[in-house]
């Protein structure tokens, strides 16, 4: 594999690291139970997916 023939810049290095940043966690209300959870995700609250329920949450007595 060939190697670089000249040295990146600083400033070219840095425009090339400008999208490699960490974002924040989206978060969304739940449609059934109106808890903030993360997209894409089964409510940990009421164990409902996009308005079906996904797993089975026992009844807390």
Known sequence: ???P???F???RTAKRRTHDKVEGVQLTTCSNCGAMIQTHRVCPECGYYRGKEAIKKEAEA
Request: aromatic share 0%.
């Open 5 to 7: 023939k000249h040295r």
């Open 9 to 11: 810049s600083q400033t």
């Open 1 to 3: 594999m060939p190697n």
